[in-house]
Nanobody
Framework: VQLQASGGGLVQAGGSLRLSCAVSGLTFGNSAIAWFRQAPGKEREGIACIVSDNDDTVYSDSVKGRFTLARDTTKNTVYLQTNRLEPEDTAVYSC???????????????????WGEGTQVTVSS
């Protein structure tokens, strides 16, 4: 399984970015694709996840209402639309994949064996 995140950049506070996670080699059913982010000096944080069987989504409290997931099965890509960005959203954003676990654990980094390289998001004040 290979994943590649892209779409990061520099944006002013209040702005938006659409991040993409291109996935290949994912052959198992009911998979979960999750987004994580890690700011300098902080732990990696799970922020959003989409489950393939039913397109159920889970968001962390820190991004709920501002970030939205979407999946394009024809392109094997998961998108994270980030709106109303804040300087606190500055981080390296990565995507990860694995079999879907319990809903309560979908944002736990320990649930994912497959990770892609991250993309930097920088939000200026």
């Amino acid at each position: 399984v290979q994943l590649q995140a892209s779409g990061g950049g520099l944006v002013q506070a209040g702005g938006s970015l659409r991040l993409s996670c291109a996935v290949s080699g994912l052959t198992f059913g009911n998979s979960a694709i999750a987004w994580f982010r890690q700011a300098p000096g902080k732990e990696r944080e799970g922020i959003a996840c989409i489950v393939s069987d039913n397109d159920d989504t889970v968001y962390s409290d820190s991004v709920k209402g501002r970030f939205t997931l979407a999946r394009d099965t024809t392109k094997n890509t998961v998108y994270l639309q980030t709106n109303r960005l804040e300087p606190e959203d500055t981080a390296v954003y990565s995507c990860a994949a694995d079999h879907a676990s319990l809903t309560s654990r979908l944002l736990y980094r320990s649930e994912y064996d497959y990770w892609g390289e991250g993309t930097q998001v920088t939000v200026s004040s």
